[in-house]
């Protein structure tokens, strides 16, 4: 499977600390997964039980692909900060 290219949508992001940040998407019109990114496929147990659902990532994106951009500043304080400086 071929990837075209990277589309980079900023996205906000409220784990694990609030922040802008850059990332890949799925494509809108990919065969495989009509834009949704991946698919969820439900597991049985061989007693044919639930046994959870796995999420399946398209080929044509990578979640994995972020890039945090700027910190989002806390109004409640927690007190301390290990962010580094962006
Ligand atoms: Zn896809």
Redesign the pocket.
Known sequence: MERVSVRLRIQRERWPRPALILTDT??PR?????????WAHTCVSPEGEYDGTDWFE????DSGKRWKILPVPHFRRTGYSDEPPF
């Not at 398209?58 to 994106?61: L, T």
């Open positions: 799925p494509r990919c065969p495989d997964c009509h834009g949704i990114g991946g398209c080929f044509c994106w």
